[in-house]
């Protein structure tokens, strides 16, 4: 079946590092793929989406590229704030409305 | 406009009991889902309706477990005698149409507890 591995945490950056977040996944078809964010307290969001190979989405300054050929999907961000620790999870949805099937959800923590 | 609302926030119940758990998606979307999160771990799929009919409940771990949706919006899901494992986050979420992986739009959670 589908499914997303995506690296495990915590990961703890200074302020103004950059921020890589590798996702890999395994499915049937064409799905989209997704990043959601959950600050704490919070519900989950979504973040960015890209529903085809070679899209990029983007938000917030972080991006992610639809990469088919390595079935990759990894979150970037040049420079990291104290206000976007929270825990990140990379997920895809295949045709129709089928349910989203996510990652484990990796931990950020950004200190000044 | 208003998000998904999930209600109670909390609630702390006892082995053996049933608990009711509501979702109110938002307006005009026909695509809800229910998912359960479990502590350091990824939401998982319980069961999706495309209006007032189930459409997929394979995700249900057992027959303790139901959910309905009777007009098509609200949504309530049930667990009857629950056990200290079913002690989770139940994540509610909702989408506009049926199409290609649309955006899906997710309520706050309520935190069960099972003691």
């Known amino acids: 079946g589908d499914s997303v591995t995506q690296m495990e945490g915590p990961v703890t950056l200074s302020e103004e590092a950059c921020l890589t977040i590798n996702c890999t996944y395994t499915a049937t078809g064409y799905p989209s793929l997704f990043w959601y964010v959950q600050y704490p307290g919070e519900g989950l969001q979504l973040l960015l989406k890209a529903t085809k190979a070679d899209d990029k989405g983007s938000n917030k300054g972080f991006e992610a590229t639809y990469r088919k050929e390595t079935t990759s999907f990894h979150l970037e961000k040049g420079s990291v704030q104290v206000s976007d620790s929270a825990v990140y999870f990379c997920?895809?949805?295949?045709?129709?409305?089928?349910?989203?099937?996510f990652g484990k959800g990796t931990r950020l923590s950004v200190i000044a | 406009g208003a998000g998904v609302s999930q209600t109670p926030s909390n609630k702390v119940t006892e082995k053996g009991k049933y608990v009711e758990l509501r979702c109110d998606p938002i307006s005009g979307h026909t695509a809800l889902y229910w998912y359960r999160q479990s502590l350091g771990q990824g939401p998982e799929f319980l069961i999706y309706?495309?209006?007032?009919?189930?459409?997929?409940d394979s995700g249900l771990p057992n027959d303790r477990f139901f959910a309905v949706r009777p007009e098509g919006s609200v949504s309530t899901l049930k667990i009857q005698r629950t056990e200290r494992g079913d002690s989770a986050v139940y994540l509610c979420?909702?989408?506009?149409?049926?199409?290609?992986?649309?955006?899906?739009?997710f309520g706050p959670g309520t935190r069960l507890t099972v003691l």
């Open positions: 997920a895809l949805g295949n045709s129709g409305n089928t349910p989203l099937v």
């Open positions: 309706f495309q209006g007032t009919g189930a459409a997929d």
């Open positions: 979420a909702s989408s506009p149409h049926s199409g290609r992986a649309d955006t899906q739009y």
